[in-house]
Structures are given as structure tokens and as C-alpha cells.
Nanobody, 122 residues
Framework: VQLQASGGGLVQAGDSLRLSCAAS????????MGWFRQAPGKEREFVAA????????LFADSVKGRFTISRDNAKNTVDLQMTSLKPEDTAVYYC????????????????WGQGTQVTVSS
């Protein structure tokens, strides 16, 4: 299984950024897909997740109203659109997959992708 994340970069506060994760080696429609992040000196934390239909979505309180998550089951991709970025959003962002279909909860992760760095300057 490979989860290839891309789209990170250096932006200014208030800017937008779109992360994308391309999945391979798994039956994409059988997985809940999500994003986590880890800031320097902090534990990895949940950001957002989406069920295979896209109907069920969950967001961390810190990103609600600013981030959206979407997936394309035909292309095996999941995107995280980030708007109104803040310096506290600076972190390495990880794509994640958990086997399941009907919810968007991710109490555990079956597969991790490599991270992509997002840096937001003030």
C-alpha cells in the first residue's frame, strides 16, 4: 500500500493550500481516508476524514470551517483544501487510511503515507 501525499509548501497567513493524496495497492472504496498532522514537538493529531461515499466527514475543531476534504474514488485520491491558514497550522501533514466504509471516524489507522510539510508564516 502506498499513500503519496503532495501539495505542501510555504505560504502566508490567510492563504490557501490544497493537499492531495494518491493511494495505490488497496481497494480504495473500502477505506476511510483522512489527514493527520504533526507539529514540531507535538503529537500527531487528527485533522479530517471522509467515508468512501463522501457523505460522512469529520473535522478537528481547530480546522472546522476552514478546511474541506474530498475524495475521488475513480482516481483513488483524497484532497484536503485548506483556507484561511494560520501559523498554528504549520505541521507535517500525513495521509491516512483505515479499513471501513460507513463512517469517517479514525480511532486507528491501517496505513500511513509519507508526510508533506506545510509552513504558514505570519
Amino acid at each position: 500500500v502506498q499513500l503519496q501525499a503532495s501539495g505542501g509548501g510555504l505560504v502566508q497567513a490567510g492563504d490557501s493550500l490544497r493537499l492531495s493524496c494518491a493511494a495505490s495497492g488497496l481497494t480504495f472504496r473500502s477505506y476511510i481516508m483522512g489527514w493527520f498532522r504533526q507539529a514540531p514537538g507535538k503529537e500527531r493529531e487528527f485533522v479530517a476524514a471522509i467515508s468512501w461515499t463522501g457523505v460522512n466527514q469529520l473535522f478537528a475543531d481547530s480546522v472546522k470551517g476552514r478546511f474541506t476534504i474530498s475524495r475521488d474514488n475513480a482516481k483513488n485520491t483524497v484532497d484536503l483544501q485548506m483556507t484561511s491558514l494560520k501559523p498554528e497550522d504549520t505541521a507535517v501533514y500525513y495521509c491516512a487510511a483505515r479499513r471501513g466504509v460507513s463512517t469517517a471516524t479514525m480511532p486507528y489507522v491501517d496505513h500511513w503515507g509519507q508526510g508533506t510539510q506545510v509552513t504558514v508564516s505570519s
